[in-house]
């Protein structure tokens, strides 16, 4: 049991494809022997053609719906279907069909067959021969005659035994009810397209219901008409069956319908006229129907023409191809006006399928032949028939097509076309198609020692080729030549000769060869060659190809009993699997230590860097230093012949020469590569490179100038001509990193203007300042720019442990670039928005700028800097203080008084001892984010190498802060710090790390005492002085120091009395 259904697909329009056409030449539908038919002028003959067989007949069955009947000349233009037999007489007669006014239709019927268009549209169906032939335009006119209302068009289809004898009509429109042009079914216009399959009889009917359309399937059998009819689904004005197709999409033995809408809802590629033709066919023998729909209006400048391919999935799943058929893409052609099954025309067990364009050519029109294979169908046309080119005045050629009957009896269905403006058609025979095996039998190897065979009476060493050719063909009798051409070592290395030639007893040694052979089916051919090996060959190595090309000659057939039809030429079978052109080879006979004498080459590479810096392992770029390439490449297996060496490398990198390359036989040429890279091809040797051999070769490049940093690949890969083993190829290819930095030498000097100074200076106030100015200088001295340069200065700010503002940033600047002050206190920071940059800015006012920036990501962060400075565990060290625990809270400090007069006077006591005390110094400097300390930051862009940028800042300082006791010492050493941050960024290596500067500023205590101490001091001397006298003279006294002079009185009393 079967069943039936109907399928619509509508698909968007305005899709445009671009196919590439290839020529295609004649292929098996024959030209010079095509049959031409004719019939009257002006009937449109050939709008419609079928071909027909019935018994051993044969017959084309035209349709000419304008045509007047020769079985009732008063009936004005009802149209007529011709029955032309295929032979030298070509003869047409009309069926007698269509013309009975008096033919029995309905209770409220009468046929009006004037103009009604017979054969609009004819089928067949093949298994027994039953022919369709429709009028669309036949009118029910019994109305307008009991009524006065419109014609009704109906429209009619007569069944036609095989024997086109009898007939039957078929009006599926017609309902007795039905009166007015609105009904549903009054104006249907059935016929205008339909199929035979099976059982049913399908007829497209586009104008029931105001042109939503139908599809009427008629059963045989049971006699039952049914129709589609669905207003919800398709809308009005789609036209829908306007073509209509049945096949087998959802299981080989169900039957299913297709009807094409080509105005389906207003939407989608309307223009295109999609759905206008339908075909249904089973493209890849799966048991299941494909579908072909055309578009002919379809249009990239005006109605080229498309047919659309949806292959069956299972089910009725279709899917679209990727690609759609355009023909030769012409312009105002209409491919796929109409598309045929034509049968399996070229035997290669797919159907092929026909595709008309009947307005190419300026309505000449042309049909194009697609062959059916696995997947599908193929893409290009395998033949194109143009109406021009066969020899008559055809018009619309291609409007209607018509295979699957075999007309000569050569056993492959013939093909017929209609061109009804020129009211003739056409038959074209189908050549049969022959498949050749064909074999090149070779000896395994070849000894180039062994003279065996004699050429010019020398001997010579020679090779016997054979070619052999066996036919297939279905049908084909008799002898067939086959021409070929057979080509020795057809793949020789280039710029050498052929290594052997054949004697055609001429005097040019030629490497090619001509001949023929004559088989017959199923029969094996063989001739021999003897191909001579040339004396001075040196090529030894590579594989001696021989190439053999073949095609059909004549074809010595006897004539059959038919004189009829002329014998065809068979063709060649083509496709993608099948071709004329084979190749076979073999080798020279070697001794070599490996089984298969595999070569074995090796390759290791280096390179060789600048090293202008330390042993950096990377070219920093702006050193234009050349670079060293060292490659050697040595063979660890038997000889290999035309070793090579492939470089491939980046743009940016160039090739200058290679060292002493002529007397390492070197030879480089630059390879075609992409814009991105650059190939280097190097032959290595004198042809061999022998076992064990070995060779240092060196490459010199140079980096381009504006090169960016980066990773540069470079590959170096070693191949031959003969066998290598898959084995060994793992070292034949060398991958090397060359890496490109920005390599960035920043040198920072700094000084102060003044680079000492006295304080403690009791007659000037608390509040009196010093100023300094610092100057640092940043250069770059190579080898590459530096990107994003940045200098942080850091200088103290207070006197640890007190809170009083030591020193402010009155101004700073710098030669180019920006600079800023940030204040940080624990590690983290806030942008106040505050610059200054290559411009002098407006002098700072008095009052401490509390400005901190945010420190960014971009940058390194200080503490990670290692530095003899910032490895102190506070900001002051201290070496005369006891106890350092009070200051581990100074760096925790976050506010400084900036009252800077505001100052604790010193305790005269203090002061007394200090001033005799000894000397001493103390260091200031600054930690990583130190409370007392400023930061300054100086972003000065892109350096050039050689370009250099000062920076100036100036300073106030109230010295009376380093006069607080306890904490001042006799010489007060301020340290500034200046350092080049790096950038992170993995493409810049600084060749001197953290480079740095630090400016000291030296603070010298004058020893100067206040006045009051200076008084008691002297108060204090005057009278411990004169203590110390009353003590001598109290001591003096006691000791009888005074009493002297009496004794001295004495003695010389004595003396007297001698």
């Not at 003869?91 to 013309?99: A, Y």
């Not at 036919?471 to 086959?482: N, T, Y």
């Not at 581990?888 to 007069?901: G, P, Q």
């Amino acid at each position: 049991m079967t069943t039936y259904g109907l399928g619509l697909h509508s698909i968007g329009l305005n899709m445009l494809f671009c196919f590439l056409l290839r020529h295609a030449d004649l292929y098996n539908l024959d030209i010079p022997h095509a049959i031409p038919l004719s019939g009257p002028n002006g009937t449109f003959f050939g709008y419609s053609v079928l071909l027909h067989k019935h018994q051993q007949q044969t017959w084309v069955i035209v349709g000419a719906p304008v045509a007047n009947s020769r079985f009732n000349q008063a009936v004005r233009n009802p149209g007529a279907i011709y029955k032309c037999k295929i032979t030298d007489k070509k003869d047409c007669e009309q069926i007698q069909l269509g013309v009975m006014l008096d033919m029995p239709c309905g209770r409220h019927c009468s046929a009006e067959v004037e103009n009604q268009w017979l054969g609009v549209s004819l089928s067949r169906r093949q298994q027994d021969g039953l022919v369709l032939a429709c009028g669309h335009r036949w009118k029910n006119v019994y109305f307008t005659k009991k009524e006065d209302l419109n014609k009704l068009p109906h429209g009619v289809c007569y069944k036609l035994e095989s024997d086109l004898n009898q007939s039957s009509p078929l009006i599926p429109c017609y309902r007795d009810h039905e009166n007015k042009f609105d009904s549903d079914f009054a104006s249907c216009q059935a016929g205008i397209s339909n199929v035979l399959i099976g059982d049913l009889i399908v007829m497209g009917a586009p104008g029931t219901l105001f042109w939503t359309g139908s599809v009427f399937v008629h059963n045989i059998s049971s006699q039952v008409t049914s129709a589609y009819l669905d207003d919800n689904v398709v809308l009005y004005g789609s036209y829908l069956g306007y073509s209509v197709g049945a096949g087998h999409f959802l299981h080989p033995n169900s039957t299913e319908v297709v009807g094409g809408a080509p105005q389906y809802g207003q939407t989608g590629r309307l223009g295109s006229y999609f759905g206008a033709t339908v075909c249904a066919v089973d493209l890849n023998t799966d048991g299941l129907s494909d579908l072909l729909v055309g578009a002919p209006m379809f249009s990239t400048v005006r109605e080229e023409g498309r047919v659309y391919i949806y292959m069956n999935q299972g089910q009725a799943n279709m899917t679209e191809m990727e690609f759609t058929l355009a023909g030769r893409d012409s312009y105002a052609a209409r491919f796929g006006e109409s598309i045929t099954s034509l049968g399996d025309i070229d035997d290669d067990g797919y159907p092929d399928v026909a595709v008309g364009a009947p307005q190419e050519d300026d309505l000449h029109g042309a049909i194009y032949i697609y062959n059916g294979r696995k997947t599908g169908l193929g893409q290009y046309f395998s033949q194109r028939i143009a109406g021009s080119a066969l020899g008559s005045a055809f018009k619309m050629f291609g409007q209607s097509v018509s295979g699957g009957i075999d007309v000569d009896g050569n056993g492959y269905p013939d093909v017929a076309v209609g061109a009804f403006l020129s009211d003739s058609a056409v038959v074209l025979r189908t050549r049969a198609v022959v498949m050749v095996e064909a074999m090149i039998l070779l000896p395994p190897s070849v000894n180039r020692t062994h003279a065996l065979c004699t050429e010019n009476g020398q001997p010579a060493v020679c090779l016997k080729t054979s070619v052999c050719f066996q036919l297939h063909a279905k049908r084909v009798s008799g002898l067939i030549e086959i021409l070929y051409n057979l080509t020795a070592d057809v793949k020789h290395i280039e710029g050498l000769q052929s290594r052997f030639f054949f004697n055609t007893n001429g005097t040019e040694l030629s490497n090619a060869t001509a001949g023929s052979i004559k088989t017959r089916h199923g029969h094996m051919t063989c001739v021999t060659h003897l191909a001579f090996l040339r004396r001075d060959i040196r090529d030894i190595f590579t594989p001696i190809h021989f190439e053999l090309q073949y095609e059909l000659g004549e074809h010595n057939v006897v004539r059959g009993n038919s004189k009829s039809f002329p014998p065809l030429r068979p063709m060649l079978q083509r496709g993608e699997e099948y071709s004329n052109l084979l190749t076979n080879k073999t080798v020279f006979t070697r001794y070599c230590a490996w089984a298969n004498c595999s070569t074995n080459l090796q390759v290791s590479a280096q390179l060789l860097l600048p090293r202008t810096h330390r042993d950096m392992p990377y070219v920093a770029l702006g050193e234009g230093k050349t670079i060293l390439l060292n490659v050697t490449l040595s063979n660890a297996g038997d000889a290999a012949f035309l070793p090579m060496l492939h470089l491939r490398y980046p743009s940016n990198l160039y090739f200058i020469k290679v060292l002493d390359a002529e007397e390492k036989y070197v030879s480089c040429k630059i390879a075609e590569e992409e814009k991105t890279s650059v190939g280097l091809d190097c032959s290595v040797g004198n042809l061999y490179f022998n076992t064990l051999a070995e060779v240092n070769i060196s490459f010199l490049l140079d980096v381009s100038a504006d090169s960016e940093p980066g990773d540069l690949n470079i590959i170096i890969n070693a191949t031959r001509e003969n066998l290598e083993n898959e084995d060994l190829l793992h070292d034949n290819i060398v991958n090397l990193t060359l890496l490109l930095r920005y390599g960035v030498n920043l040198n920072i000097h700094g000084f102060v203007s003044r680079t000492e100074f006295v304080f403690g200076d009791f007659e000037e106030p608390h509040c009196s300042a010093e100023r300094f100015k610092y100057t640092f200088k940043v250069v770059n001295v190579g080898p590459s720019i530096s990107h994003g340069t940045r200098v942080e200065i850091d200088i103290p700010k207070a006197l640890a442990p007190y809170p009083y503002r030591l020193l402010n940033i009155l101004d700073i600047q710098s030669s180019s670039g920006w600079c800023y002050i940030r204040n940080s206190t624990d590690g983290t920071s806030s942008t106040n928005g505050t610059m200054y940059g290559s411009q002098r800015a407006s002098t700072i006012d008095s009052v401490w700028l509390n400005v901190t920036t945010t420190t960014d990501s971009y940058w390194t962060n200080r503490s990670s800097t290692t530095h003899p400075y910032w490895t102190n565990i506070s900001s002051t060290t201290d070496t005369n203080w006891t106890s350092i625990s009070y200051w581990a809270n100074v760096r925790n400090w976050t506010t400084v008084i900036e009252d800077e007069c505001d100052l604790p006077d010193s305790n005269p006591l203090n002061d007394f001892f200090f001033f005799f005390s000894k000397s001493s110094r103390r260091h200031m400097y600054c930690m990583k984010e130190d409370a007392l300390c400023l930061y300054a930051v100086c972003d000065l862009g892109d350096m050039d190498i050689g370009k250099d940028v000062t920076i100036e800042m100036e300073v106030e300082m109230n010295s009376g802060v380093l006069d607080i006791s306890p904490g001042r010492h006799s010489v007060m050493l301020l340290e500034t710090t200046a350092v080049i941050s790096p950038k992170k960024d993995p493409f810049i290596w600084f060749l001197k790390e953290d480079p740095i500067t630090v400016v000291v500023l030296e603070a010298h205590h004058s020893h100067k005492l206040k006045r009051v101490i200076e008084l008691s001091i002297i108060v204090a001397s005057l009278l411990l002085g004169l203590f110390i006298l009353a003590l001598l003279v109290i001591c003096m006294w006691k000791s009888g120091f005074f009493k002297r002079e009496d004794k001295m009185e004495n003695i010389q009393r004595l003396s007297w009395d001698y």
